[in-house]
Nanobody, 123 residues
Framework: QLQLVESGGGLVRPGGSLRLSCAAS????????IGWFRRAPGRERERVSC????????YYAVSVKGRFTVSRNNTKNTVYLQMNSLKPEDTAVYYC????????????????WGQGTQVTVSS
């Protein structure tokens, strides 16, 4: 069974950090681009980052650029999202999603999705 599982969410104070993990089972992430999306209450799901399969090139939304870093460890079949300097507006459910090879902007282009992990930034 092909599956993505996110972990690492939680409650953190503004300015704090979290590292999300996206672990794959049933398939090898080596051949896939991995996107990180988030959905805040009352808002559409938006892409915040993506890392391609080929050369590991990364994309970041303007709202997170300079604060979030995406990376991958193909040996562990896992992709990470390091989130620093977190803000209350980063509060959302975060999802990882996979599609072959290259990143794409639209969530409809991703084939596999995790169940999501809640990130809450609050004092």
């Amino acid at each position: 069974q092909l599956q993505l599982v996110e972990s690492g969410g939680g409650l953190v104070r503004p300015g704090g950090s979290l590292r999300l993990s996206c672990a794959a089972s049933g398939f090898t992430l080596n051949y896939y681009a991995i996107g990180w999306f988030r959905r805040a209450p009352g808002r559409e799901r938006e892409r915040v980052s993506c890392i391609s399969r080929s050369n590991g090139s990364a994309y970041y939304a303007v709202s997170v650029k300079g604060r979030f870093t995406v990376s991958r460890n193909n040996t562990k079949n896992t992709v990470y999202l390091q989130m620093n300097s977190l803000k209350p507006e980063d509060t959302a459910v975060y999802y990882c999603a996979a599609r072959p090879y290259f990143c794409a902007p639209d969530r409809g282009n991703y084939d596999y999705w995790g169940q999501g992990t809640q990130v809450t930034v609050s004092s």
